[in-house]
Structure formats: C-alpha cells, structure tokens
C-alpha cells in the first residue's frame, strides 16, 4: 500500500512537469488555478484531507492575495509567507 505522501509526490511531480510546461512563468494566478485543478482535487481524494497542513515556501506567486485567500478557504492551518503559520518565523 502507498503512503499518501508517496502518491501525492509521484502526482505531483507529474502535476509540475505538465504545469512547467503549459503554464510558462508562474505567477499567482497561474499557481492558484494549478492548486484548483491538480493539487486539491488530489489531495481531496485522501482520508487525511481534512487533517492536512498544507506548506509552501515564499516564491512571489504563493505569496499573492489570491492565493492566500484560498488557502485561508480550504485549509485550517497552512504553513507560508502571511499563512496561518507564519513561516520563515
């Protein structure tokens, strides 16, 4: 049986060569909508979801307002740059 992180990692490696390669540069917008489409419906389909911190570090587009705002929605706790866990601290 896979772990969760362990199916997550193999998708979403797959997720950010195919991002990488449609999306060009990142930017916030383009960030949030590979969250919206890849990540989340992925990490949704897992038992844990509701129990997930999700962390990011401070690249320009996770730091976007949008961004924030929709982590702020879909998880209780995230760990970044003006998260809920202020990281670096």
Not at 13 to 29: I, Y
Not at 58 to 78: C, E, K, M, N, T
Request: charged share 20%.
């Amino acid at each position: 049986m896979q772990l969760v992180s362990e199916t997550f990692a193999q998708n979403l490696q797959m997720s950010q060569r195919r991002a990488s390669l449609e999306l060009g540069n990142v930017t916030s917008q383009t960030y949030l909508q590979m969250l919206k489409d890849h990540i989340i419906p992925q990490l949704e389909e897992h038992s844990a979801f509701q129990t997930m911190i999700w962390q990011q570090h401070g690249a320009p587009s996770h730091y976007g307002q949008i961004v924030r705002d929709y982590l702020d929605d879909i998880f209780v706790d995230w760990i970044g740059r003006r998260g809920t866990v202020e990281w670096p601290p």
